[in-house]
């Protein structure tokens, strides 16, 4: 039994972990954080939404730190593993491109045939759109060099230099900041609101759902940082870094489409 249980631990081909409990963890946090909103919204008590947040962030950092053995100290993450974990996460891109669509299509349905509810016009009577060429110009220049520095610094990883690769990695996380406060800035100051009308609606959902990735990958990217620092990558094998980096960049992607179709055009 013993040499059985053995020979299931070492590395293979194929991604066998552990039983773990995460998943269940997991599933009862965001069950009782929706339980918990739902309370807040209708007894205004937020006592069931902090215990869901609480029991999802325990659950992250101890499937976190569980991945990080198997990947770096136990040697699981085999050649194929690793190719396996590529598709995964291309996969939850793509998934990330739908979901981002299903905004986009929504703005071009309401901009393109605007209905006579709104005065049969784009953008409707009554809301002031934001100057594109202002705080949203701003956030596209940050964006755009944090993924020059994610660039820069994945490729100082390849070439085994760690200190350009600490720098680079803190730089992409603080302009990852400096976009969120510019964003959290620009809400505060706008002339709408999310009830005015399918406009502010369609801004302030598509615009903040982006704000909640570039949160996700900051995170995603601290979390690499810190991993970094550890000495848990090197160059032939940092997959979590790559993936972080991906994510990156399509966080970068969907901006530049906002800022043209929303921001610009939509103006």
């Known amino acids: 039994m013993t040499k059985q249980k053995n020979l299931l631990l070492q590395p293979g081909p194929f991604h066998l972990v552990e039983p773990s409990p995460w998943p269940l963890t997991g599933a009862i946090g965001a069950l009782t954080t929706a339980i ?8 205004e008590t937020m006592l069931g939404l902090y215990l869901g947040l609480l029991l999802i962030i325990l659950t992250m950092l101890q499937w976190w730190r569980d991945v990080v053995r198997e990947g770096t100290f136990l040697g699981f993450h085999t050649k194929r593993v690793v190719k396996g974990l590529r598709y995964g996460m291309i996969l939850f891109i793509l998934s990330e491109v739908l979901f981002f669509f299903a905004f986009f299509w929504a703005f071009f349905h309401s901009s393109l045939a605007p209905t006579p509810e709104i005065g049969c016009c784009w953008p409707p009577i009554g809301i002031e759109p934001l100057n594109p060429f202002g705080v949203p110009l701003l956030n596209t220049a940050v964006l755009l060099a944090s993924g020059v520095t994610v660039t820069w610094a994945h490729h100082a990883l390849m070439q085994g230099d760690r200190r350009e690769t600490l720098q680079a990695l803190l730089l992409t996380i603080l302009l990852g900041g400096y976009f969120t ?3 959290a800035m620009e809400y505060f100051e706008a002339p709408f609101t999310i009830a005015d009308s399918v406009y502010g609606s369609t801004f302030f959902v598509t615009t903040g759902f982006h704000g909640l990735h ?4 900051s995170t995603f990217l601290s979390v690499c940082l810190f991993r970094a620092m550890s000495r848990h990558f090197n160059p032939t094998h940092h997959f979590g870094f790559e993936a972080a980096a991906w994510y990156w960049h399509f966080v970068d992607v969907v901006w530049i489409g906002l800022f043209l179709c929303l921001y610009w055009w939509g103006s």
Request: hydrophobic content about 65%; glycine content about 14%; aromatic content about 14%.
């Open 36 to 43: 918990g909103l739902a309370m807040w919204f209708h007894k």
């Open 181 to 183: 406060v510019l964003q």
């Open 214 to 217: 570039v949160i996700i990958g």
